[in-house]
């Protein structure tokens, strides 16, 4: 038996930047998509104040997303771990790139 994976591809990059923290980003955001963070991801919140970065994670978080996984082999910050228990969102880690990964995934679900 087959089973069929209960969220769609392609994966999307989900961390919302100044510009795309406007109202409306999540209007068209899909929570049945894996979400993936990686190193332009980090860059970007790594220069938020832990405050800023709380709010981000809050924002993503709040949805019903399958999983958010961090690319990289990259360590989840304390911000995201507090808003995933809050959330009860599954928080996944990769050693690829987020390329790599997402090519995988893409192979391994894309045909079903």
């Not at 790594?46 to 990289?72: C, M, T, V």
């Not at 959330?87 to 679900?109: G, Y």
């Amino acid at each position: 038996m087959i089973l069929q994976p209960d969220f769609t591809i392609p994966v999307v990059i989900p961390i919302p930047t100044r510009a795309s923290s406007a109202p409306g980003f999540f209007d068209y955001f899909d929570p049945k998509r894996l979400q993936v963070i990686g190193r332009v991801e980090t860059t970007y919140l790594s220069g938020l104040p832990p405050e800023e970065r709380l709010l981000r994670f809050e924002e993503l978080l709040r949805h019903d997303i399958p999983a958010l996984i961090i690319s990289r082999g990259l360590d989840p910050y304390p911000e995201c771990m507090e808003m995933a228990e809050k959330h009860d969102r599954t928080i996944l880690r990769s050693q690829d790139t987020t390329s790599v990964f997402m090519s995988n995934v893409i192979a391994a679900f894309g045909s079903m």
